[in-house]
């Protein structure tokens, strides 16, 4: 009688304990034979791995992976598991696959959903487009650019991301021109701003200030968050200019103080200290709360403790101890 055909389960629970017994060859041995299974599962694990330990003569595999589930794509790999896994995979592992990182930024897999379908391809989109701003080829920010106007929001997120990696001075021109003509998202203008800081830190804040007085306070707040994360000290200096132009603050106002907590300078912290010694009780609560990311940090915390004492307030020395003392 024939030996049962093992399960997908079964054979992924099986190459999970070779990963973690066996040497090098072994593991590179299971990594190939495990990105040859027919199921989805199978292969993502099999592509993560690679991509992990860095196993560079499996590109090859990977590929031909890949290749396999383009066929029925939805019913042999729904959600673009397996797809998805070899795309990360792949921008891991430096993959120069031009020709691959093309075809995955222009793929779409359409998926029913109650009421109409959903396209699961994004994440293999953006994945592709982030290897693609990797590679040499010339065209890469012209092929960019076209993701930049996808129908899927993070899709152009990512894009916007991608560019960011090209070239200097023509990334600055296109998500300049991105964040000006706007988008219904505004995350996607948020990685815009984000990605200007990064390319051109030193011509890039003063325009990246502007979108704090933007009428929608989402973009307001992503605007400032683009600001801290930078941890450029002209940034900072915009935050606070912009902080202290307000004598009556408002919740929206408040994001100010969380991008300066994301810039973790000195100079930051000067002034969130500041704001828990003088400022108003609703922000200072706010910099008590959001400084406890940094708990660690013993100096932080004496220096917190003798602001929050100087306020002799009973409500925020509560605040400090339910937030830090953990």
């Not at 991608?162 to 000006?180: G, M, N």
Request: charged share 30%.
């Amino acid at each position: 009688m024939p030996k049962p055909r093992s399960t997908a389960r079964e054979r992924l629970e099986a190459y999970r304990r070779r990963c973690e017994t066996g040497d090098a060859p072994s593991l590179r041995d299971a990594t190939r034979q495990a990105l040859r299974d027919p199921h989805c599962l199978v292969v993502a694990r099999a592509a993560e791995v690679s991509g992990e330990r860095l196993l560079y003569d499996l590109e090859p595999e990977l590929i031909a992976a890949y290749g396999r589930f383009l066929d029925k794509p939805a019913k042999r790999d729904p959600q673009c598991t397996a797809k998805g896994a070899i795309a990360r995979a792949l921008v891991a592992l430096d993959s120069q696959d031009v020709t691959f990182y093309l075809a995955g930024i222009g793929y779409r897999q359409p998926e029913p959903v109650w009421g109409g379908s959903v396209d699961t391809a994004v994440d293999l989109r953006t994945s592709c487009a982030m290897g693609l701003a990797a590679t040499s080829y010339p065209r890469a920010l012209i092929e960019l650019v076209s993701l930049l106007h996808d129908p899927e929001p993070r899709a152009r997120a990512g894009a916007a991301r991608a560019i960011a990696c090209t070239d200097s001075l023509a990334a600055e021109a296109v998500l300049r021109a991105k964040a000006l003509a706007g988008d219904p998202e505004p995350d996607v203008i948020g990685e815009c701003l984000a990605g200007l800081l990064q390319v051109a830190p030193d011509d890039s804040p003063d325009f990246v200030a502007r979108f704090l007085d933007d009428p929608d306070p989402a973009l307001r707040e992503l605007a400032a968050l683009a600001l801290g994360g930078s941890r450029l000290e002209t940034a900072l200096h915009l935050l606070r200019e912009a902080w202290e132009s307000q004598p009556l603050k408002r919740d929206a106002d408040r994001a100010l103080l969380r991008a300066a907590v994301l810039h973790r300078s000195d100079q930051a912290f000067e002034w969130l200290l500041s704001v828990v010694e003088k400022g108003d009780r609703a922000s200072a609560e706010l910099v008590i709360r959001e400084l406890a990311a940094y708990r660690s940090n013993a100096r932080l915390h004496e220096r917190l403790a003798r602001a929050v004492k100087a306020r002799t307030d009973e409500h925020l020395t509560a605040c400090l101890r339910d937030a830090w003392d953990r």
